[in-house]
């Protein structure tokens, strides 16, 4: 009779999507062909893959149940494929899943680099890691007025492009321009004026200051003084602040205002106009407000803009027409470049640091601290995640270059080999028996005494009781190569003595025996043949019936007694 094995087939399945973050499996395995047995096996595809790439095996494996045996089985497979493809960006693109990418807005020129972040969420609404999982490239740069073109591409898990647009819109500018004043019958003086919303050392242009009418009637004249500006400076737009015009009688008294210097950026420290009389002698008095008047020239230190009015007096004059003149602080800009950092995934985030450029005195931003607001634990690599954060100061532009965080991995650890188990304690040597004494009544003592006794001192001068004392065994660490095992450095082995020895007293033992025996046998023999008369005696030798020669036992002997009498025993 002959049992033949079942044939089975097997097959696992394949698919093929577009990456969504989640594993594509495939479990089900399809049985065919005979079968198995009962519930003698199982079976389950393994294959899973989650990030892009493939085809990859949607492996078979076979669980063995009760009563499984591989030999009864022929089995057959065929292995599915499992594959993964990039998903799109792109709201065109076929193989969009729904990413979606968030719209900037514009924002206005401040004199530093305005660079749009994107936020990239999947239709999960999972944020995307810039870096990883996309790309941000900008068409122009990001500093001056104009329309920046923002480019997404979708990279490692994803692909397509996606563009962005925001414009960088012009600052305003305001022009004021100082009121001014002149005696009649003079030519116009130099007319000024001050800038206000410049950053840093911009520029407006080339300005040109004059006067809107051609009166020269003594007499106070309204908003009549004004500017233009010549090749403007693209980041800005600007107005007019117009001034006013005095004209006063011939020999009057006049002030003018020195403007150099008004306008400037913020460095700590204090600014004031300088004014004078055209009559010598005269008092100046001063006015931020136009009403209220003091001799005190004032200072001006912090970020601002500041109109001084000043008119003069003097004994024997009309007072003076005021004239002003705009004092301009603008803010000092400062750079905070945040360090960029990293840390293994589920470590502690590291104490983060950075730079500070352009302040005029330690401590105007209050204490510094470089922070990441975002929680994201997952492996990635955050482009402007950290950023700093710091005390307000009005006298400062402050631009914070924000630093990326890299999360990387945590390794593997290998799994821990188990611990090997106690080695069992050796066992202490049995010490050798020490050689059997010879009774000191046995015939051979007279001749084995001797050597033995030579034997012992042989072997005690080659080993030496104190260094090896054969009851006390000592563990001994030796090194192949120190003592090679086939050979030993040593005159002579004591194990090799006592073994000699004991060769030497058994024989010596079994000697005696033997010649004891022989002796007893002759001696039996020969009593013997006195009993039974036979053998030849020897001539002379008496007779088995002289009383000489024949013990007689004792009156009431048992039995046998005889013969050990005869025997001597």
Same mark, same amino acid.
């Given at each position: 009779?002959?049992?033949?094995?079942?044939?089975?087939?097997?097959?696992?399945?394949?698919?093929?999507?577009?990456?969504?973050?989640?594993?594509?499996?495939?479990?089900?395995?399809?049985?065919?062909?005979?079968?198995?047995?009962?519930?003698?096996?199982?079976?389950?595809?393994?294959?899973?893959?989650?990030?892009?790439?493939?085809?990859?095996?949607?492996?078979?494996?076979?669980?063995?149940?009760?009563?499984?045996?591989?030999?009864?089985?022929?089995?057959?497979?065929?292995?599915?494929?499992?594959?993964?493809?990039?998903?799109?960006?792109?709201?065109?693109?076929?193989?969009?899943?729904?990413?979606?990418?968030?719209?900037?807005?514009?924002?206005?020129?401040?004199?530093?680099?305005?660079?749009?972040?994107?936020?990239?969420?999947?239709?999960?609404?999972?944020?995307?890691?810039?870096?990883?999982?996309?790309?941000?490239?900008?068409?122009?740069?990001?500093?001056?007025?104009?329309?920046?073109?923002?480019?997404?591409?979708?990279?490692?898990?994803?692909?397509?492009?996606?563009?962005?647009?925001?414009?960088?819109?012009?600052?305003?500018?305001?022009?004021?321009?100082?009121?001014?004043?002149?005696?009649?019958?003079?030519?116009?003086?130099?007319?000024?004026?001050?800038?206000?919303?410049?950053?840093?050392?911009?520029?407006?242009?080339?300005?040109?200051?004059?006067?809107?009418?051609?009166?020269?009637?003594?007499?106070?004249?309204?908003?009549?003084?004004?500017?233009?500006?010549?090749?403007?400076?693209?980041?800005?737009?600007?107005?007019?602040?117009?001034?006013?015009?005095?004209?006063?009688?011939?020999?009057?008294?006049?002030?003018?205002?020195?403007?150099?210097?008004?306008?400037?950026?913020?460095?700590?420290?204090?600014?004031?106009?300088?004014?004078?009389?055209?009559?010598?002698?005269?008092?100046?008095?001063?006015?931020?407000?136009?009403?209220?008047?003091?001799?005190?020239?004032?200072?001006?230190?912090?970020?601002?803009?500041?109109?001084?009015?000043?008119?003069?007096?003097?004994?024997?004059?009309?007072?003076?027409?005021?004239?002003?003149?705009?004092?301009?602080?603008?803010?000092?800009?400062?750079?905070?470049?945040?360090?960029?950092?990293?840390?293994?995934?589920?470590?502690?985030?590291?104490?983060?640091?950075?730079?500070?450029?352009?302040?005029?005195?330690?401590?105007?931003?209050?204490?510094?601290?470089?922070?990441?607001?975002?929680?994201?634990?997952?492996?990635?690599?955050?482009?402007?995640?950290?950023?700093?954060?710091?005390?307000?100061?009005?006298?400062?532009?402050?631009?914070?270059?924000?630093?990326?965080?890299?999360?990387?991995? &945590? !390794?593997? $650890? *290998?799994?821990?080999? /188990?611990?090997?188990? +106690?080695?069992? %304690?050796?066992?202490?040597?049995?010490?050798?028996?020490?050689?059997?004494?010879?009774?000191?009544?046995?015939?051979?003592?007279?001749?084995?005494?001797?050597?033995?006794?030579?034997?012992?001192?042989?072997?005690?001068?080659?080993?030496?009781?104190?260094?090896?004392?054969?009851?006390?065994?000592?563990?001994?660490?030796?090194?192949?190569?120190?003592?090679?095992?086939?050979?030993?450095?040593?005159?002579?082995?004591?194990?090799?003595?006592?073994?000699?020895?004991?060769?030497?007293?058994?024989?010596?033992?079994?000697?005696?025996?033997?010649?004891?025996?022989?002796?007893?046998?002759?001696?039996?023999?020969?009593?013997?043949?006195?009993?039974?008369?036979?053998?030849?005696?020897?001539?002379?030798?008496?007779?088995?019936?002289?009383?000489?020669? &024949? !013990?007689? $036992? *004792?009156?009431?002997? /048992?039995?046998?007694? +005889?013969?050990? %009498?005869?025997?001597?025993?």
């Amino acid at each position: 009779l002959e049992i033949l094995p079942r044939e089975v087939t097997l097959a696992s399945g394949s698919a093929t999507k577009i990456y969504d973050g989640t594993a594509l499996e495939l479990p089900d395995v399809t049985v065919g062909g005979d079968g198995f047995v009962g519930t003698e096996a199982s079976v389950r595809a393994t294959g899973s893959i989650t990030d892009i790439g493939g085809p990859i095996d949607n492996t078979i494996v076979v669980e063995p149940g009760e009563g499984f045996i591989a030999a009864n089985y022929n089995v057959v497979y065929t292995v599915g494929k499992l594959t993964v493809t990039s998903a799109s960006i792109d709201p065109d693109d076929p193989s969009y899943t729904g990413i979606q990418i968030n719209n900037p807005y514009d924002v206005q020129y401040n004199g530093q680099e305005q660079k749009w972040v994107p936020s990239v969420f999947d239709r999960n609404n999972h944020k995307l890691v810039a870096g990883a999982d996309y790309t941000v490239s900008y068409s122009q740069d990001v500093r001056n007025v104009g329309v920046v073109t923002v480019t997404i591409t979708g990279v490692g898990n994803y692909v397509g492009t996606v563009e962005r647009a925001y414009n960088i819109t012009p600052a305003p500018a305001v022009i004021r321009v100082n009121d001014s004043s002149k005696a009649y019958g003079e030519t116009d003086p130099v007319f000024t004026g001050a800038v206000e919303g410049l950053f840093g050392d911009d520029l407006l242009g080339e300005i040109t200051y004059s006067r809107a009418n051609a009166d020269e009637e003594v007499g106070n004249y309204s908003d009549v003084l004004t500017a233009t500006v010549g090749n403007l400076n693209g980041n800005y737009t600007y107005n007019v602040e117009p001034g006013n015009f005095s004209i006063v009688p011939a020999g009057g008294n006049v002030v003018t205002i020195d403007a150099t210097g008004l306008t400037k950026t913020y460095d700590g420290q204090p600014v004031s106009v300088v004014a004078g009389a055209s009559v010598d002698g005269s008092a100046l008095l001063y006015s931020v407000d136009g009403s209220t008047w003091s001799d005190v020239n004032p200072e001006f230190t912090n970020v601002g803009t500041y109109t001084v009015y000043v008119k003069a007096t003097h004994d024997g004059y009309e007072e003076s027409a005021p004239v002003s003149a705009t004092v301009v602080i603008n803010p000092a800009p400062v750079t905070i470049a945040v360090a960029d950092a990293s840390k293994v995934a589920g470590a502690d985030d590291p104490a983060f640091s950075g730079t500070v450029e352009g302040l005029v005195a330690e401590g105007d931003l209050g204490d510094i601290n470089y922070v990441r607001p975002g929680g994201e634990e997952a492996a990635g690599v955050y482009v402007g995640a950290l950023t700093a954060l710091y005390t307000q100061n009005g006298n400062y532009e402050v631009t914070v270059l924000n630093g990326t965080f890299t999360i990387t991995a &945590a !390794p593997v $650890a *290998p799994p821990t080999p /188990p611990t090997p188990p +106690t080695p069992p %304690a050796s066992p202490t040597p049995t010490p050798l028996p020490t050689p059997g004494a010879v009774p000191p009544d046995s015939p051979i003592a007279p001749v084995v005494t001797p050597i033995v006794d030579a034997l012992q001192g042989a072997a005690e001068a080659v080993i030496g009781d104190n260094e090896t004392p054969l009851a006390e065994p000592r563990e001994t660490e030796i090194g192949d190569n120190d003592t090679p095992l086939a050979s030993h450095d040593h005159a002579s082995c004591w194990v090799h003595w006592y073994i000699i020895l004991g060769i030497i007293v058994t024989a010596l033992y079994g000697a005696c025996v033997a010649l004891r025996r022989g002796l007893f046998s002759r001696k039996l023999k020969k009593y013997e043949d006195g009993l039974t008369g036979g053998g030849d005696p020897a001539p002379g030798a008496p007779s088995i019936s002289d009383d000489a020669s &024949a !013990p007689i $036992a *004792p009156k009431g002997a /048992p039995a046998g007694a +005889t013969l050990a %009498a005869g025997l001597g025993e």
